[in-house]
């Protein structure tokens, strides 16, 4: 069965940073496809970062540049760093293995106008 368990989300000012972890189990996240999603009030879930098994990474736009993803494999891990956020950037985030239907939680982040 696999789980993803997203962490390190929070209330951070405009222009802070935080990491956010996504721990896998049930699957090994090197030999998958991994991607951060975010949604906010009212709106559609939306991708933001993805990686893929052989290390390629792409970003929304919108991110590009302020958002980086990662993966420790030893930790079976894929992590989000998040800077210079803005209140824009407020959502929950949801790391997904792939195009399947194995989602996390979630982790809020908030950043206050």
């Known amino acids: 069965q696999v789980q993803l368990v997203e962490s390190g989300g929070g209330v951070v000012q405009d222009g802070g940073a935080l990491r956010l972890s996504c721990r896998a189990s049930?699957?090994?996240?090197?030999?998958?496809?991994m991607g951060w999603y975010r949604q906010a009030p009212g709106k559609q879930r939306e991708l933001v970062a993805y990686?893929?098994?052989?290390?390629?990474?792409n970003y929304a736009d919108s991110v590009k540049g302020r958002f980086t993803i990662s993966r420790d494999n030893a930790k079976n891990t894929v992590y989000l760093q998040v800077n210079s956020l803005k209140p824009d950037d407020t959502a929950v985030y949801y790391c997904?293995?792939?195009?399947?239907?194995?989602w996390g939680q979630g982790t809020q982040v908030t950043v206050p106008s």
């Open positions: 997904r293995r792939g195009f399947y239907n194995d």
């Open positions: 049930g699957v090994i996240v090197s030999a998958n496809n």
């Open positions: 990686i893929s098994s052989g290390d390629r990474t």
